[in-house]
């Protein structure tokens, strides 16, 4: 009677490399899932601020508008109501006039809103409204800029 004895190498487990690959392969991808979602969270907070900033920058120009409106339509003549308008806001605005985002409440926004008069007309002036913040490592900036006219003739 013969005995067949069979050699058998069964392995039950992984080798201390083999865990060690496996490891290391799973930490760089965690890792590059987490770049993502660092840079999607910056480029989120970078968009919510340039919205808020061109919102802010429509309300500087809006706000030389309702100047502009209520100077004409308080005064007795349209040309005195505008001649009050540009001395008013006119009067100064070399760098600029610094109108705070809300004087209430500290903002990492700051407004500045300026003005020229449009050389070839006298009832004609470019409002320039320009936003700025900081955010990580930079300063952004938007401007928007619109002619007003003196609407009563």
Do not use: C
Not at 24 to 40: D, E, H, Q, R
Not at 48 to 73: F, H, P, W
Not at 89 to 111: C, H, K, M, Q, W
Not at 112 to 132: C, H, L, M, N, Y
């Amino acid at each position: 009677m013969k005995f067949i004895t069979k050699k058998t190498n069964k392995r039950k487990g992984f080798t201390l490399v083999e865990t060690l690959v496996a490891i290391a392969i799973f930490t760089v991808s965690i890792l590059a899932v987490m770049a993502v979602l660092a840079n999607s969270i910056s480029n989120t907070n970078y968009a919510k601020k340039k919205m808020t900033a061109t919102y802010l920058a429509q309300e500087g120009i809006e706000y030389v508008r309702n100047l502009r409106d209520t100077s004409i339509l308080s005064s007795s003549s349209s040309q005195d109501g505008w001649d009050d308008f540009k001395n008013h806001f006119l009067s100064g605005t070399a760098g600029g006039i610094f109108y705070p985002v809300d004087p209430n409440f500290s903002s990492d926004f700051e407004r500045i809103i300026s003005a020229d008069i449009i050389t070839f007309g006298d009832d004609e002036v470019k409002i320039t409204s320009k936003v700025k913040w900081t955010q990580g490592s930079g300063t952004y900036d938007i401007t928007f800029s619109e002619n007003l006219y003196n609407w009563i003739e």
